[in-house]
């Protein structure tokens, strides 16, 4: 980055920051340098990407990827755990991007231990693009999904486990459904022996034989899993080889829902007559997907000019509710300027002893300058 475009960079990152501090978001600053294992439950996109050291004790360290988790970190070592916080940040962040730089800049707010989960959501939404907006954003469109909709049909449809995960999965790594309900795609012949021998085997038993397993080959950890993961992953591939197939019912309710795209008060229409149609009661869902748009109308967004699409993913295994993005109308092909939504989950796999409500955005200080922002 040449020293115009360092004191661009600068002047943005400050404007973002002064109005998320006016807001009331403090700003933090998480260290460079994080321990990687805290990053391994945030999805395989960050996994693959990190950049690892290691110093003389042989301590292993990652370069920062991203935000949510150190700044999630830091409000566990804090007074506040638990209870209500909010946070601020902007600075470098590193990853593997491919022909994209792998440092880059990165701003923020995260908002913790707020009960009142959807006017949360809107908060952060509305104050994410006033921000960007602020530092010279063009005209935002924005397109968002619903993992916790998705949570509540797949309850709703009582499907067994292993399906749940396949699909939840698979739809956060944007697989067409029928992929994702194909028993056998992604089973390798390789391991052929060991399914069979898993097939209708008890579950306690079956774990521990592939955990010993993988102990007798000195395995603990492969791409990031460790043994405990890796023999769940071969349960549920067990568990999905032995099935008859996905009910066909079933099978269409599903399509039927991620198929829905349009407005979100036309969405909510549909999901409902689908819901009716079907005789599942996903009430409490979008009783909650209701009240959220209504808090997005009453701060003033354009909740008409959005866009709802149900197979909308931003990695469910790290979002458990609202998901976003926010790009420009008029180059959306440049990428989201901002990213975000409920993570409710997380802070329980970094040691939390309950779940606590939790939600925040991103926003790509360097796609400001691509999107026109920087003229």
Known sequence: MGEPDFAAS????????????????????????????VFFESGEDIRSRLYL????????????PEYTIPVCRLYLDSDLAGGPATFSYCGPVFRYRGEEPNEFWQAGLENFGRADREAADAEILGLAIDAATGAGAPPLGVRFGDAGLIHALLSALDLPPQWRRRILRGHGQEKPLAAILTATSGISRDHSGVLAALEGADREGAH??????????GISTVGGRSAAEIAERFLEQAALKSGAGFPAEQRAILEDFFAIEADPDQASQRLRHLASNAGLDLDAALDRFDARLG????????VGDFRFATRFARNLDYYTGFAFEAFARAGPQTGPIIGGG????VLRSLGAPRDIPAVGAAIWVERLKTSGAWR
């Open 208 to 217: 521990a034989l592939v955990e010993d397993l993988l102990a007798i080959a």
């Open 342 to 345: 409920r993570y409710d989950g």
């Open 295 to 302: 808090f997005m109308a009453a701060r003033g967004l354009a």
């Open 53 to 64: 050291t290691s110093d003389l004790s042989g301590a292993e360290y990652c370069l920062r």
């Open 10 to 37: 600068r002047a943005v990152s400050a404007a973002i920051l002064a109005h998320l501090e006016a807001a009331g978001y403090a700003r933090c600053e998480p260290p460079i340098l994080q321990k990687p294992a």
